[in-house]
């Protein structure tokens, strides 16, 4: 029988996870009064008498986010809960609820179950949550955790993607490209296992990037100090993508453009070191790795002696006219396009 040829038959890859989410909610119109913003944050707004609500949700899939041959199940249930938080401490919200949907096969055990829920009762512990429901089924292929959160913000200090102003610094915290890296090194020691069972996995001393990788934390504390230093930023989101593909959100949503200097990015010295022993670049896992789950924002010159005094703050950059885009002045001074070529679900392999 003559197969025939389908019309519509775009491949999702062509459009890749934004240019899809973009063309399936970019008719989407808000009705009800107390839904305060939707798509395209980090989280959504929605009105809560004095204070805002923020809500937010997050899928993670066995074999696109996580690969159980290296991943313990209790890392795996606290980075579930902290990558959800980390999208509230995006929106300088404060975490308050989650409820968890989990789909498994038959191939796990009650055991490994509950080594899922250690994880993700620490992590409740750790940031102060409330796991207050969710929903549990089967699976014919493996692990799915879909994770909601709930937080909350006060309303005069509710940051979004979209505030940016021209001349403001553009920071970040703690150090980047270290959970990348973390994730090539078990995989290539996956590798080398899988090959010969007899060789045991090297991970030796490389701490840092394994913790980075496996458990990493959310930006609560910076929330804090952001907020002790009264500080409110002018536009903020979360690292998970990797840093230009993060700076081009702000730039997109606040209509400017953001101009990073690569001497600034701050990288940890163990990130140094192994991207020298896997011929990568630095800047590069720091600009397109992604996972490292720091928060990047904008913030008024004013700010500039407080947050340079301050340790869990780099300021890498500065915004600028749209007109001049966005770029990234590299070591010799030479100015680049600053271009995401961060991670995307539907562009893996
Ligand atoms: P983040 O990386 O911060 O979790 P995403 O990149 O996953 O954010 O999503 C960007 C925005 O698109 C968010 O506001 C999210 O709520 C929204 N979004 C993602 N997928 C869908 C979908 N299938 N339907 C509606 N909105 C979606
Ligand atoms: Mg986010």
């Known amino acids: ?65 996580f690969n159980l041959a290296y991943t313990p199940l209790k890392h795996l249930g606290y980075k579930s809960v902290a ?48 796991l207050v429901g969710g929903d549990t089924t089967s699976s014919t292929s493996g692990l799915m955790l879909s994770i909601s959160i709930l937080g909350e913000v006060e309303k005069d200090i509710i940051t979004y993607r979209g505030g940016a102003k021209i001349n403001d610094l553009v920071v970040c915290t703690g150090d980047l490209g270290a959970a990348y890296l973390g994730l090539q090194l ?16 090297d991970l030796s001393g490389n701490d840092y990037v394994l913790k980075r990788q496996l458990k990493p934390e959310a930006g609560t504390k910076y929330i804090k100090i952001l907020s002790d ?55 590069t896992c720091a600009l397109n790795g992604g996972e490292d789950y720091e928060l990047l924002f904008t913030v008024d010159q004013k700010h500039y002696d407080k947050l340079k005094k301050d340790p869990d703050f780099t300021i890498i950059g500065f915004v600028n006219d749209i007109i001049d885009g966005n770029n990234f002045v590299a070591k010799d001074g030479s100015s680049h396009h600053l271009i995401a070529q961060g991670w995307d679900a539907f562009n893996q392999g």
């Open 229 to 283: 230093m009264n500080i409110v930023p002018t536009s903020m989101i979360d690292i998970s993508d990797g840093l230009a593909s993060e700076a081009l959100h702000i730039s997109k949503n606040s209509k400017i453009g953001i101009t990073i200097h690569e001497d600034k990015i701050p990288i940890d010295y163990t990130v140094m070191n192994l991207a020298a022993e896997f011929n990568v670049s630095p800047i």
């Open 186 to 201: 078990l995989n290539r020691e996956n590798m080398i296992f899988k090959d010969n069972p007899k060789i045991q996995p």
């Open 83 to 130: 990558v959800n938080v980390s999208d509230i401490c995006a929106m300088n919200g404060v975490p308050k609820q989650i409820m968890i949907g989990i789909a498994m096969s038959n191939r796990f055990t009650v055991e490994a179950v509950d080594e899922l829920y250690q994880g993700i009762r620490l992590a409740c512990n750790h940031y102060d949550i409330d």
């Open 1 to 65: 029988m003559l197969k025939k040829t389908l019309a519509n038959n775009t491949p999702i890859k062509q459009l890749g996870e934004f240019g899809l989410i973009d063309r399936l909610t970019k008719e989407i119109k808000l009705k009800h009064v107390g839904s305060v913003f939707g798509v395209g944050d980090d989280a959504a707004v929605i009105e809560a008498g004095n204070k805002y609500q923020l809500a937010s949700t997050d899928l993670l899939v066995e074999g696109i986010h």
